[in-house]
């Protein structure tokens, strides 16, 4: 770490020294979805100083992201968001890598467009993606942070391959995608928390939210939590042990 780099990030230095923050630098984080919660968390880990963003999403910029997409302005549209969220990342952080897979993340193709990483960070809007991700994820043995909004509303959980509950268990029905309410205000909160627990599991610091579900009622302004329990025969995670291998 150079001089520079204690300046910048000095205030992170005081939480959890040069040791915590060249664990950020030489961390490898995967962001799937640049939109709503992609937004808040990819920003939050660039200034953070992680080292590689990887930002996978196959969609555009549409008038109607503006309103929590804060990555995407009014002169992106029709942009690919990985390329307009690259653009924005970069000029907050010229120090990191981001790179962009610009396709659609499919059973038949994730193996071979995901690169090798230290954590998955769930900013999806659908279900059906999201349980390929928790299987992806199971797979290679690496953490993944659930979050989710709809509203005024939001959830986050952590999930570790073998110690905590999968998504499956979690959420084991998928249904379709559909056009949802949100307010701006409510992926920020969110993003914000994910970005948060992937900062904790890559310095050692804190504790996460693993086999907690956590949510957030943005009327009443309330934080709540439900402990997660592993289903039973768990079809997709039932097989793993602690250390995420098959028992």
Known sequence: MNDFEREKYSRQILLFGEEGQEKLKNATVL????????????????????????????????LSNLNRQFLHHEKD??????????????????????????????????????????????????LETRHMLNRFALKRKIPLIHGAVTGYDGQVTTIVPGKTPCFYCIFPRISKKAVFPVLGTTPGIIGSIQANEAIKF????????????????GLSGNFSEILLSKLNNCPVCGHLNQKGEKK
């Open 202 to 217: 890559l310095t050692g610091k804190g504790k996460l939210l693993e086999g907690r579900l956590l949510f957030w009622n």
């Open 77 to 126: 549209i029709g942009r690919p968001k990985v390329e307009s969220a690259k653009e924005k990342l970069l000029s907050m952080n010229p120090d990191i890598e981001v790179e962009t897979i610009g396709e659609m993340l499919t059973d038949s193709n994730i193996e071979s467009l995901i690169p090798e990483c230290d954590i998955l960070v769930d900013a999806l809007d659908n």
């Open 31 to 62: 962001v799937a979805g640049a939109g709503g919660l992609g937004s808040p968390v990819s920003t939050y880990l660039a200034i953070a100083g992680i080292g590689k963003i990887i930002l996978a999403d196959f969609d555009s910029v549409d």
